[in-house]
């Protein structure tokens, strides 16, 4: 069974930069897929950005050109680096794992969670 758990979330005023990262433990597959994910709330969860098996990263469109999606040699951490803050970026931000979905940015394609990290931005 894979496990995840996130760290690096906080507080932060717009414009200002984060990096979260996800350790993944257990059974690491190297054609797995990860994404991130957030949820505000009373908000639907929102795909943020994807890195496919081969390396491969996508993004949801409100996050283009700010965030980042990396992951590690060995694919045992997951990272986002997150860049000119905005308030509306205010979430709790999960990632997530499974063997590559073809709806890569959609919460149901993936099976493993972790419990999520709180970002908060301030304007």
């Known amino acids: 069974e894979v496990k995840l758990v996130e760290s690096g979330g906080g507080s932060v005023q717009a414009g200002g930069s984060l990096r979260l990262s996800c350790s993944v433990k257990?059974?690491?597959?190297?054609?797995?897929?990860y994404a991130w994910f957030r949820q505000a709330p009373g908000k639907e969860r929102e795909g943020v950005a994807h890195?496919?098996?081969?390396?491969?990263?996508s993004y949801g469109d409100s996050v283009k050109g700010r965030f980042a999606i990396s992951a590690s040699d060995a694919r045992d951490t997951l990272y986002l680096q997150m860049n000119n803050l905005k308030a509306e970026d205010t979430a709790m931000y999960y990632c997530?794992?499974?063997?590559?979905?073809?709806?890569?940015?959609?919460?149901?394609?993936?099976?493993?969670w972790g419990q999520g990290t709180q970002v908060t931005v301030s304007s």
């Open positions: 890195i496919d098996s081969d390396g491969t990263t």
């Open positions: 997530a794992a499974d063997i590559c979905p073809v709806a890569i940015l959609t919460p149901s394609s993936y099976g493993y």
């Open positions: 257990g059974y690491t597959y190297s054609l797995y897929c």
